[in-house]
């Protein structure tokens, strides 16, 4: 499966973005997919997860409320709504697909097999 997440570009504080990640390679609908984000001199971070049916979605709870993801399979998309941003909220988005079932894990790095090359969100104030 390779990844290719766009979207990204300069906002202002308060502002919205919309992310997404197209996949290619077959059975997309058998992973799950995952947001993270990395800012400047950080760890790469957990921000959203959904299950291959998109049943199931979880959180970090600094983005609950502001970021909804969403997935659709027949175009092999997965999307990042991202409202009332904050200045924090810069970083690199990566999004990343996992064979495991979500329950197996969401929030770990490792809980993924693949990534893509990651698009820039930056947030001003």
């Known amino acids: 499966v390779q990844l290719q997440a766009y979207g990204g570009g300069l906002v202002q504080a308060g502002g919205s973005l919309r992310l997404s990640c197209v996949a290619s390679?077959?059975?997309?609908?058998?992973?799950?997919m995952g947001w993270f984000r990395q800012a400047p001199g950080k760890e790469r971070e957990f921000v959203a997860a959904?299950?291959?049916?998109?049943?199931?979605?979880y959180y970090a709870d600094s983005v609950k409320g502001r970021f909804t993801v969403s997935r659709d399979n027949a175009d092999n998309t997965v999307h990042l709504q991202m409202n009332s941003l904050k200045p924090d909220d810069t970083a690199v988005y990566y999004c990343?697909?996992?064979?495991?079932?979500?329950?197996?894990?969401?929030?770990?790095?490792?809980?993924?097999?693949?990534w893509g090359q990651g698009t820039l969100v930056t947030v001003s104030s």
């Open positions: 990343a697909a996992g064979h495991r079932a979500l329950w197996f894990g969401y929030d770990k790095v490792g809980d993924y097999d693949y």
């Open positions: 390679g077959r059975s997309f609908s058998n992973y799950k």
């Open positions: 959904i299950s291959w049916s998109g049943i199931s979605v």
